[in-house]
């Protein structure tokens, strides 16, 4: 598949969000204003793109030759780890506010199983080292491109009529439902009518 591809099917096809429900819960808890859905979406596009890098890294040149592929999520996991930490340390420096404004969810970008899968995603596809970055970087901007569409979403619902037992949390659910069944309309066949396949 192209870099291209690539792209389109992370972004679009296999959004972590909204297709494979990956992540929710940064999605949900930072989405209610388009700052900190914004900080957190390049957060969280860094930790993807590095993290595929250096995970790919990890396994071909620790894990594969040694048959210790069986410690690949503790692996992959130290290694998400250590990117957030150092996220999380330039974040608090050069954006205090920012940084006060994702709170506990910043941390929890460790455990965002979208940015584990899309390290395991990548060595099951056998990609090579650049196909992993363009994997990484797509499924980060597919994660962006989600959150700020539902802090968007957030804002206006901030502003309508909505009954007090569907506010907050409920409709948000309600609406990254129907967000998702959006996604839905793009599959495989998008990239063969675009020709990258």
């Not at 296999?14 to 999605?27: A, D, R, S, Y």
């Not at 460790?110 to 499924?139: K, M, P, Q, R």
């Not at 996604?183 to 675009?194: E, H, V």
Request: proline residues 3%; contains cysteine.
């Amino acid at each position: 598949m192209s870099y291209i591809g690539i792209l389109v099917t992370y972004i679009f096809i296999q959004n972590f969000i909204l297709v494979q429900f990956m992540g929710l819960c940064p999605f949900i808890g930072v989405s209610k204003n388009s700052e900190s859905a914004i900080g957190m979406g390049v957060a969280v596009t860094f930790v993807t793109a590095i993290a595929s890098v250096v995970c790919w890294a990890v396994h071909e040149f620790l894990l594969a030759p040694f048959g210790l592929e069986y410690l690949r999520t503790i692996a992959f996991i130290l290694v998400i780890a250590s990117l957030v930490q150092l996220v999380e340390m330039v974040i608090r420096k050069m954006s205090p506010g920012l940084y006060k404004a994702l709170g506990i969810y910043l941390p929890l970008i460790t455990t965002n199983c979208a940015v584990l899968g899309i390290a395991i995603i990548n060595i099951d596809n056998g990609y090579n080292l650049l196909e992993s970055f363009v994997a990484g970087l797509a499924a980060g901007l597919g994660f962006t491109m989600a959150i700020i569409l539902m802090s968007n979403i957030r804002e206006k619902l901030e502003m309508t009529p909505v009954r007090k037992v569907f506010q907050g949390v409920p409709i948000a659910f309600i609406s990254a439902g129907l967000m998702a069944l959006a996604f839905m309309m793009f599959d495989k066949s998008l990239l063969t009518n675009l020709g990258l396949v």
